[in-house]
């Protein structure tokens, strides 16, 4: 079995919650005993879901997999904000939303579906002059990342939670959810920060199919 992971094979693993797609990476590593492996599109700590794995030969195709649009559900909650637009940093603000009619919400929406430009979070993994933007972020120094354009092809929300709103997203390479998630608060007047991120699929890859990570590495074992 580990003679074809040397070789070159596409995993489907659900990263779980609160690790990062490198520690999924160097989890895999150590268990399949393989040189090389990587995977395609990087998930927050905070964001679970589909990650792609590939190891020996099949490392050269993430790239290509890594240009696929992909696919996310989850929710955010309109009238607080944070920093990182996620739960990685405390409340910064606290605004009154109930004013607010579905029209407003719905408006948004559109307003963010289609061609957008979007600046990344200061809290990511970008690089700027070299460093990663986050570890700016962290010291207080300031970020200045560029703007980017991203293409929402489909967004659909769920109001029937306020102040939480269910949302799913197909989007290009490169969208940032926590962003998507500042913006949409930020248009309609009220802040907002993302709550919980699964993603569902990248291209024709689909969560459904993949391994727990935990399952993975104990039916490894079992089958050695």
């Known amino acids: 079995m580990r003679n074809s992971y040397e070789e070159g094979r596409l995993l489907l693993i659900n990263k779980p919650l609160n690790w990062t797609s490198f520690d999924v990476v160097k ?85 963010l579906t289609g061609d957008i430009q979007q600046v990344p ?8 002059n070299g460093e990663r933007a986050y570890k700016k972020a962290r ?3 300031e970020v200045k990342i560029n703007t980017r354009s991203v293409l929402i092809s489909d967004f659909t929300i769920s109001t029937e939670k306020l102040p939480e709103i269910g949302f799913k997203v197909t989007c290009s390479k490169g969208t940032y959810i926590r962003t998507l998630a500042n913006d949409f608060g930020k248009k309609l007047g009220v802040g907002a920060y993302l709550k919980k991120l699964t993603r569902t699929k990248v291209g024709e890859y689909n969560l459904s199919d993949a391994f727990e990570l935990e399952d993975f590495i104990d039916q490894h074992y079992e089958g050695n």
């Open 27 to 111: 989890k895999l590593r150590n268990t399949l005993k393989v040189k090389k492996i990587g995977h395609a599109g990087t998930l927050d700590p905070l964001a679970t879901g589909l990650l792609l794995i590939g190891t020996g030969k099949f490392t050269k195709k993430l790239s290509e997999l890594q240009d696929l649009n992909k696919t996310y559900c989850g929710i955010m909650e309109i009238g607080k904000t944070t920093p990182s637009y996620d739960l990685e940093t405390v409340f910064n603000s606290q605004t009154e939303w109930q004013h607010l009619e579905k029209v407003d919400f719905e408006n948004v929406k559109n307003a």
């Open 139 to 141: 010291a207080n120094r």
């Open 121 to 128: 979070p200061d809290y990511s993994a970008i690089k700027v």
